[in-house]
T-cell receptor
Framework: NAGVTQTPKFRILKIGQSMTLQCAQDMNHNYMYWYRQDPGMGLKLIYYSVGAGITDKGEVPNGYNVSRSTTEDFPLRLELAAPSQTSVYFC???????????????FGEGSWLTVV | QKEVEQNSGPLSVPEGAIASLNCTYSDRGSQSFFWYRQYSGKSPELIMFIYSNGDKEDGRFTAQLNKASQYVSLLIRDSQPSDSATYLCAVHSTGSARQLTFGSGTQLTVLP
């Protein structure tokens, strides 16, 4: 059972470059999320999706874009990379909106991004 | 802005002792509370969740919730070196489709 798969695991970008972080889940979850985690900090929600074709902004959406064309995939696009986007990015998914009671959030292994 | 506050630590306890981790939250509408464990370089994993005031026990872990004081805690009994990790408190408010708000985490070290 693969769960939530993120690629790439590590990436170095130059300022101004663009890239896409890929995320796929095989659990048929409706809800998917992108978080970023800066050193010594908690997770901040970038974007989330409640189903195919539906996305919405989280706490820190600036500089990012997402799409959800299928239930399985939720790529995160970084446009014009900036040093402030150096972080660890976690994709996650859950069956429904209400966490707990078995509908827990499953996290991918993370993608380490450095912008220089 | 909804906030979740944790002592950043580091918190050090000897092996076999009780580790106490604390979390406060600002949104009185919060309904669900979660503790995640995160090992260095790894993704968070859910340890426990709690909805109701009082204590909830799961093995060596006990979550405590006091909604009047907007306070949630995690106790780890018989702490083991393998418990050394960062513990993240997360809060979910009813009706919020934006899922969880995370604290910055408390780093716990259990000394052999």
């Amino acid at each position: 059972n693969a769960g939530v798969t993120q690629t790439p695991k590590f990436r170095i970008l130059k300022i101004g470059q663009s890239m896409t972080l890929q995320c796929a889940q095989d659990m048929n979850h409706n809800y998917m999320y992108w978080y970023r985690q800066d050193p010594g900090m908690g997770l901040k929600l970038i974007y989330y999706s409640v189903g195919a074709g539906i996305t919405d902004k989280g706490e820190v959406p600036n500089g990012y874009n997402v799409s959800r064309s299928t239930t399985e995939d939720f790529p995160l696009r970084l446009e014009l990379a900036a040093p402030s986007q150096t972080s660890v990015y976690f994709c996650a998914s859950s069956y429904s909106q209400t966490p707990g009671s078995g509908n827990t959030i499953y996290f991918g292994e993370g993608s380490w991004l450095t912008v220089v | 802005q909804k906030e979740v506050e944790q002592n950043s630590g580091p918190l050090s306890v000897p092996e076999g002792a009780i580790a106490s981790l604390n979390c406060t939250y600002s949104d009185r509408g919060s309904q669900s509370f979660f503790w995640y464990r995160q090992y260095s370089g790894k993704s968070p994993e859910l340890i426990m969740f709690i909805y109701s005031n009082g204590d909830k026990e799961d093995g060596r872990f006990t979550a405590q919730l006091n909604k009047a004081s907007q306070y949630v805690s995690l106790l780890i009994r018989d702490s083991q070196p393998s418990d050394s990790a960062t513990y993240l408190c997360a809060v979910h408010s009813t009706g919020s489709a934006r899922q969880l708000t995370f604290g910055s985490g408390t780093q716990l070290t259990v000394l052999p």
